[in-house]
C-alpha cells in the first residue's frame, strides 16, 4: 500500500439491477496526476466519476481520498467537478450562480474571484443576464467557472469538451494545464483522444466496467495505444 496515494480506489464495483457498471477497479493517484479514462460508451467512465465525487454509492469497495499534511478540513469540499449537466440555476445570473456556490463552500470576500473567474471564461460582460439565456456553450464555460471557484485539489471532468465552443474548449484546456502545473489532481473522462493524450500525464482504458490498461504518458507507444483503444472500442 502506497503511503503518499493521494486517491486511493480499491475493489470498486457498482451494480444496478440487471447491469453490473463496475467490476472491481483498482486505482491509485498521487498528488498532481493527471489521469485521463477513455473507453465506450456504457464502460462504466460517468459512475466511476460519480462515485469519486460521492454522488454515488458503490455496491462495495472503497474510494479514499488522502490528502496530505498541507490540506486541511474536509477535502472533499475541495472537489470541483464538470460533466454533462451544467449544475446551473437558470432563473439566476451569472453571477448569482457564482455567488450560490461560493456560499455553499462557505468562500469569504467571493467577490474578487468571482469577477476573475467570469472574465477567464469570457462572460463578465454578461455577468448580470439570466443563464436561461445563454447558449449551451456559454452555460458550458459559466460551469467551467463553478467547478473553480471552490479551487479544487481534485478535479473531475465527464466528457467535459462535449457541446463547448471553439473559446470554451480553449479556456478549458488552458484550465487544466494550469491546474496540472499547480500539482492539482485530475481525473479526465473523454472520447476525445487528442485532447487527452496532449493534457493528461497518465492515460488509462476503462472497458466493460473493469480498468484494462494504465500507463504513464511518456511510456506510451501511439500506434500500439490506438490499436489497443480501438479493440475495446470494437467490442460495444
Known amino acids: 500500500m502506497d503511503d503518499t496515494a493521494f486517491l486511493r480506489i480499491q475493489g470498486l464495483r457498482k451494480s444496478y439491477e440487471y447491469v453490473d457498471a463496475l467490476r472491481g477497479v483498482d486505482l491509485t493517484l498521487a498528488r498532481g496526476d493527471f489521469l485521463c479514462l477513455f473507453g465506450p460508451n456504457g464502460a462504466g467512465k460517468t459512475t466511476l466519476i460519480k462515485i469519486v465525487a460521492d454522488l454515488l454509492k458503490p455496491t462495495s469497495g472503497t474510494v479514499e481520498i488522502t490528502g496530505g499534511p498541507d490540506l486541511d478540513g474536509d477535502i472533499r469540499s475541495r472537489i470541483g467537478l464538470i460533466s454533462h449537466q451544467t449544475l446551473l440555476y437558470d432563473e439566476l445570473t451569472a453571477r448569482e450562480n457564482l455567488q450560490f456556490y461560493s456560499s455553499i463552500y462557505q468562500i469569504p470576500d467571493p467577490d474578487d474571484k468571482i469577477d476573475s473567474l467570469l472574465h477567464t471564461v469570457g462572460l463578465h460582460n454578461r455577468r448580470d443576464e ?88 511518456d511510456e506510451i507507444d501511439l500506434p500500439s495505444f490506438e490499436d489497443h483503444y480501438l479493440m475495446h472500442m470494437e467490442t460495444y
Not at 175 to 182: E, G, I, R, T
Not at 183 to 199: D, Q, S
Open 130 to 217: 439570466r443563464v436561461s439565456t445563454f447558449s449551451r456553450g456559454m452555460q458550458q464555460r459559466l460551469s467551467i467557472a463553478r467547478a473553480l471557484i471552490n479551487d479544487p485539489v481534485l478535479l473531475l471532468l465527464d466528457e467535459p469538451y462535449s457541446g463547448l465552443d471553439q473559446f470554451a474548449a480553449t479556456v478549458l484546456s488552458n484550465h487544466l494545464k494550469k491546474l496540472h502545473a499547480q500539482h492539482r489532481t485530475i481525473i479526465m473522462v473523454t472520447h476525445n483522444l487528442t485532447r487527452g493524450l496532449e493534457t493528461a500525464d497518465r492515460i488509462g482504458i476503462l472497458s466493460e466496467g473493469r480498468l484494462v490498461y494504465l500507463k504513464d504518458r
